[in-house]
């Protein structure tokens, strides 16, 4: 069975902090990516990567960076939170070319 | 542009057969994947149709055709562990997934 894990599910920060969420996977995947979700949305992506080191801007990248120093390792970063940013941050990964993909249970960020 | 529908809310009675269905408009066209989400929870894969026709998976089963940019997603004997939202998402072109806001459907007893 394919295993996404997140750092963390809930997580609660101010406005102006450094947020960083760390998505892991073990099914040796080449793509990753990080999505929002928002009510009345779909999930909209913010960042991917087709392998290591390799990233790409998707939607929504403003206020946002990643990195992928590991092939089993997605790190999304906010450089400085804003209540804007409160959402549900879902992590996912496939193998290369297509196909299914496979999601992280996902962390609910809240900034006040 | 590139757009998803589907509807926002379904309700359904327990032991019934519901239909969701998901009409869409993309640059390209490289499959049509359903996924379930509980309420908190992560999506999880359901199904994926990327020729015309109807997909049968136990329970659940889902339709595509292509020419009329058009799928469903067919539940039937429904349980109340079924009431979840029913995301549909199309691979495009660059094989991104494109997102629909989701199906959330409502089982009564």
């Known amino acids: 069975d394919v295993k996404v894990t997140q750092s963390s599910r809930y997580l609660v920060k101010r406005t102006g902090e450094k947020v960083f969420l760390e998505c892991v996977q073990d099914m040796d995947h080449e793509n990753m990516f990080w999505y929002r979700q928002d009510p009345g949305l779909g999930l909209r992506l913010i960042y991917f990567s087709y392998d290591v080191k390799m990233k790409e801007k998707g939607d929504i990248p403003e206020g946002y960076s990643v990195s992928r120093e590991k092939k089993e390792r997605f790190s999304l970063i906010l450089e400085s939170a804003s209540t804007n940013q409160t959402s549900m941050y879902l992590c996912?990964?496939?193998?290369?070319?297509?196909?299914?993909?496979?999601f992280g249970p996902g962390t609910r960020l809240l900034v006040l | 542009g590139q757009n998803i529908d589907q509807p926002t809310e379904m309700t359904a009675t327990e032991g019934a057969i519901v239909q969701i269905n998901c009409t869409y408009q993309t640059s390209g066209f490289n499959g049509l994947f359903w996924y379930q989400q509980h309420a908190g929870e992560a999506p999880t894969f359901l199904s994926y149709?990327?020729l015309d026709g109807l997909e049968e998976k136990g329970r659940f089963s889902s339709f595509l055709s292509r020419s009329k940019g058009y799928s469903y997603l067919l539940l039937k004997e429904l349980q109340m562990k079924d009431s979840a939202s029913y995301l549909c998402a199309v691979s495009d072109s660059n094989y991104q997934l494109i997102w629909g806001a989701g199906t959330k459907l409502i089982i009564k007893p």
């Open positions: 149709n990327v």
């Open positions: 996912a990964s496939r193998l290369q070319g297509g196909g299914t993909q496979y």
